[in-house]
């Protein structure tokens, strides 16, 4: 009996996984836009309010073009399969708002007020500072997982930057909130801006760890799924800390912020819905409580609900009684389906917070309708992508992460947007990336480079495989 032996040698080889495009050219193509289209708004208010191209023109495009530029360079280098979208968004947000602050410093009326300065200078200075702390973050943040090892002192950190306003001799009232802190210097900061993004690092490492304890249901009732009594705990602590944050701070925004931020995320991490159902009750009763005892909140409220009557009583002189509700829902109604056109508008009626609580307005008088949309649409688009980075995350904790640091930013936009629209009671908070502050702009370039550290490393292509050269020798034998 023969046998024919045949000898056939495999190697090992490995098709390299397809590299992702990088989107970095998509993104400076859009940051050109995100450039330009704030220079012409720029130009088309000074030709509104003075009949010529302002003098500063030039500065300011080279200056807004400057800071994006530095933003995408590093991008491109420690990030560069980042979403394409987030960086010209947010510049495109913030160079519209200067646009807008420079516009209403214009302004005679506001001109004439005792506290007057010239704030577009200090909040150009700021979106400085804003992308500078956004290169920061992409430069010696280089996996966000590290933030996981930090989760019980990002804890510990927010506690503090919450409880500072509250110090005798540092904390500042300012417009009945407790939010501020003075920093000889430096002028007033709020703390509350950065707190939002350490919470989101506290819940995502402990979500992370809980999420199954807390997906466990005890029983059903009215189709939803109970948690059990002990799961509760978390839930009513993040619950006791926003009612805290409202009775001593009087802030309704950061109570809102950090306890639906804290809601998302669990709803997220266990996928019940009983939690958004517990935290929508819960939030309900604890904002109608304080609102019935204490007076800043409820001053609001009454504004929320009788805004001409707020109006006229401010007129009168009535002390605790404000105009700037009413004012707001003028200036939108002026502003019609087109608005008035940039600089043509009247909303400096608004007077002391007409660049910061309530800068809509003036860009739904004089933008309109139409322009209200686009703004909400790309604040919706900076969301979806935060949401969409979420998604394409490999690791629970950066899904967390994300989802967290996105529902905060769309909450944000919500409670101020809802605030100044007459949809809510008004509650202080400023718009994200457009209106006048130093904190909330850089708190929000933080906030963005979180997001792109988080959506490179999700879009960043695995290495292939290294192919062995000492390929196993394979002897197949056939009779």
Not at 1 to 21: F, K, L, Q, V
Not at 215 to 244: E, H, K, N, Q, T
Not at 342 to 364: K, V
Not at 455 to 462: F, I, L, V
Request: glycine fraction near 10%; aromatic fraction near 10%; proline fraction near 5%.
């Amino acid at each position: 009996m023969s046998s024919t032996t045949n000898t056939s040698t495999h190697h090992t080889s490995t098709i390299g996984a397809i590299g992702a495009p990088s989107r970095r050219n998509t993104e400076l193509a859009l940051l050109v836009f995100a450039v330009a289209i704030p220079v012409f708004a720029y130009a088309n208010v000074g030709l509104a309010i003075n009949n010529r191209v302002p003098s500063g023109l030039l500065s300011y495009g080279l200056g807004l073009g400057l800071l994006a530029g530095i933003a995408h360079l590093v991008v491109r280098k420690f990030a560069p399969y980042a979403d394409p979208l987030l960086l010209p968004l947010a510049t495109l947000l913030n160079g519209m708002g200067l646009v807008v602050i420079w516009r209403l410093d214009q302004s005679k009326l506001l001109q004439s007020l005792p506290n007057y300065f010239q704030a577009a200078p200090r909040q150009l200075l700021y979106t400085a500072l804003g992308i500078a702390l956004f290169v920061v973050v992409l430069i010696f943040l280089k996996d966000h997982r590290v933030l996981q090892r930090y989760t019980y002192i990002s804890m510990f950190c927010a506690l503090v930057l919450l409880i500072l306003p509250l110090v005798p001799g540092l904390g500042a009232n300012i417009y009945g909130a407790k939010i501020w802190i003075n920093i000889p210097g430096l002028g007033s900061l709020q703390p509350g801006e950065f707190a939002k993004i350490v919470l989101a690092v506290f819940f995502a490492g402990y979500l992370m760890v809980k999420r199954d304890a807390l997906a466990l249901a005890s029983r059903r009732f009215m189709g939803l799924y109970l948690p059990r009594g002990r799961d509760l705990g978390p839930i009513l602590v993040v619950w006791v800390l926003s009612i805290l944050i409202l009775v001593f701070e009087t802030d309704l925004g950061t109570s809102l912020l950090f306890f639906g931020m804290f809601v998302i995320m669990l709803y997220v991490a266990t996928e019940r819905t009983s939690w958004i159902v517990f935290g929508l009750l819960m939030s309900a009763a604890g904002a109608v409580g304080v609102g019935s005892i204490e007076p800043h909140v409820h001053q609001r409220v009454e504004a929320w609900l009788n805004p001409l009557h707020e109006y006229k009583l401010s007129r009168q002189g009535v002390v605790g009684h404000s105009e700037q509700s009413m004012q707001a829902l003028w200036a939108f109604g002026s502003g019609g389906t087109l608005g008035t056109g940039l600089g043509q508008g009247h909303s400096d009626l608004i007077r002391f917070a007409a660049n910061s609580d309530f800068i809509l307005a003036t860009f739904g008088e004089e933008l309109g309708l139409a322009g209200i949309m686009a703004i909400l649409l790309i604040y919706g688009l900076i969301v979806e992508r935060g949401v969409r980075t979420a998604l394409a995350a490999r690791d629970p904790f950066g899904k967390l992460l994300a989802i967290g640091l996105s529902g905060a930013f769309a909450l944000q936009v919500f409670v101020v947007a809802g605030g100044v629209m007459g949809l809510i009671p008004l509650t202080g908070m400023t718009m994200p990336f457009m209106a006048y502050g130093g904190s909330s702009v850089l708190a929000n370039w933080a906030l963005i480079g979180i997001l792109i550290r988080i959506s490179d490393t999700a879009r960043r292509p695995a290495p292939a495989p290294v192919t062995n050269p000492d390929a196993e020798m394979t002897q197949v034998v056939r009779p």
